[in-house]
T-cell receptor
Framework: AQSVTQLGSHVSVSEGALVLLRCNYS??????LFWYVQYPNQGLQLLLK??????LVKGINGFEAEFKKSETSFHLTKPSAHMSDAAEYFC??????????FGKGNQVVVIP | DGGITQSPKYLFRKEGQNVTLSCEQN?????MYWYRQDPGQGLRLIYY???????QKGDIAEGYSVSREKKESFPLTVTSAQKNPTAFYLC?????????????FGPGTRLTVL
């Protein structure tokens, strides 16, 4: 069964510093992978997705993620954190019939 | 504007009462989904539907029921059999396509059972 692991439920980053959120997945087939962002009491918004076209995927708000098959990883990065990046971030993998398995999320806190 | 609406945003119910959460989309998507979100648990799939008049159980369907009588609507009923119904509920929709499979989410309904 497909699963997603996100380590570290809370991640603190200084404003202007690198944001790095780790995602490892298990999948028996080439995966479709996603990163979503959720602001408090709101739904999820797609940041970016990997669909095998390119291993480095650029998304909205300056985020990007790199697919590494050998490491079964899809880590999310942003070079310089902004206060508006404070939110919860979810990694997800598609596992058939358009269903998504989500990781438990990373709550990002940006320190001024 | 196209999108997904969920109502109400906040819902309070007494223990033992059934409650129905609304989800409507005008994106012309065939597939719709219901998720439950608890703090630190991520999202877990309750039910999903890929076509009108058909739906399948997800990972945590016990204590929930759904219907899909119209393409635009996918209401979720939380029954009294659900042992711990207090949670944030999210509805989503998507095209049924292996390549264009992004799910679009509604704003959610926060259910509190007293």
């Amino acid at each position: 069964a497909q699963s997603v692991t996100q380590l570290g439920s809370h991640v603190s980053v200084s404003e202007g510093a690198l944001v790095l959120l780790r995602c490892n997945y298990s999948s028996s087939v080439p995966p479709y992978l996603f990163w979503y962002v959720q602001y408090p009491n709101q739904g999820l918004q797609l940041l970016l997705k990997y669909t095998s076209a390119a291993t480095l995927v650029k998304g909205i708000n300056g985020f990007e993620a790199e697919f590494k098959k050998s490491e079964t990883s899809f880590h999310l990065t942003k070079p310089s954190a902004h206060m508006s990046d404070a939110a919860e971030y979810f990694c997800a993998v598609e596992y058939g019939n358009n269903r998504l398995a989500f990781g438990k999320g990373n709550q990002v806190v940006v320190i001024p | 504007d196209g999108g997904i609406t969920q109502s109400p945003k906040y819902l309070f119910r007494k223990e033992g009462q059934n409650v129905t959460l609304s989800c409507e989309q005008n994106l012309n998507h065939d597939a719709m989904y219901w998720y439950r979100q608890d703090p630190g648990q991520g999202l877990r799939l309750i039910y999903y539907s890929q076509i009108v008049n058909d739906f399948q159980k997800g990972d945590i369907a016990e204590g929930y029921s759904v219907s899909r009588e119209k393409k635009e609507s996918f209401p979720l009923t939380v029954t009294s059999a659900q042992k711990n119904p207090t949670a944030f509920y999210l509805c989503a929709s998507s095209i049924v396509d292996p390549y264009l499979n992004e799910q679009f989410f509604g704003p959610g309904t926060r259910l509190t059972v007293l």
